[in-house]
């Protein structure tokens, strides 16, 4: 069964630093990976995904299949980066289902 | 457009009952998929429709259907609530449900289960 998991429910960050938001991934087969955010009062949305190798906001993402890690860096935080972020991971074939980890809540400080 | 819609926005429901949550995709997306979110939680995958066709289930009961309408539109079942029912029901819709789609979600309907 596949499963995504995002270990920090929370990370707080002051504006200006480094952000890096962890997933990690179980999947049999080649993965299709993605984050979506969501800020206070929007609705869900797509920030980034592996197959298009964009950077987004500043954001990008990198696929480890080795690690099987899919974590979302950012050299430079804003405070508008304040938001949930969820890592999730597409499965077809027989069952087409996006599989979502349970999200990390990044503060960025002033 | 107005993006994906959802109804009714909150619902009051006791146990035992029956509901009826609709959907609306955005104009030229044929695929719809439903969420389960409970609070402090992720959005957990119920259904998949793609052309008024199954394509995907997740775990869960089957309480819970759902049906794709040739306009494209969605509605999602759940018969005999629980109190655990409670949550936000998510809706999205893409292009196709591939994996090269994105999904563009609703606001949601939120289901509370006296």
């Known amino acids: 069964a596949q499963r995504v998991t995002q270990p920090e429910k929370l990370l707080s960050v002051f504006k200006g630093a480094p952000v890096e938001l962890k997933c990690n991934y179980s999947y049999s087969g080649s993965p299709e990976l993605f984050w979506y955010v969501q800020y206070s009062r929007q609705r869900l949305q797509l920030l980034l995904r592996?197959?298009s190798r964009e950077s987004i906001k500043g954001f990008t993402a990198d696929l480890n299949k080795g690690e099987t890690s899919f974590h979302l860096k950012k050299p430079f935080a804003q405070e508008e980066d304040s938001a949930m972020y969820y890592c999730?991971?597409?499965?077809?074939?027989?069952?087409?289902?996006?599989?979502f980890g349970k999200g990390t809540l990044l503060t960025v400080n002033p | 457009d107005a993006g994906v819609t959802q109804s009714p926005t909150h619902l009051i429901k006791t146990r035992g009952q029956q509901v009826t949550l609709r959907c609306s995709p955005i104009?030229?997306?044929?695929?719809v998929s439903w969420y389960q979110q409970v609070l402090g939680q992720g959005p957990q995958f119920i259904f998949q429709y793609y052309e008024k066709e199954e394509r995907g289930r997740g775990n869960f009961p089957d309480r819970f259907s759902a049906r794709q309408f040739p306009n494209y539109s969605s509605e999602l079942n759940v018969n005999a609530l629980l109190l655990g029912d409670s949550a936000l029901y998510l809706c999205?819709?893409?292009?196709?449900?591939?994996?090269?789609?994105?999904?563009?979600f609703g606001p949601g309907t939120r289901l509370t289960v006296l």
């Open positions: 999205a819709s893409s292009p196709s449900g591939g994996a090269a789609d994105t999904q563009y």
């Open positions: 592996h197959i």
């Open positions: 104009s030229g997306h044929k695929s």
């Open positions: 999730a991971l597409f499965s077809g074939g027989s069952n087409y289902k996006l599989t």
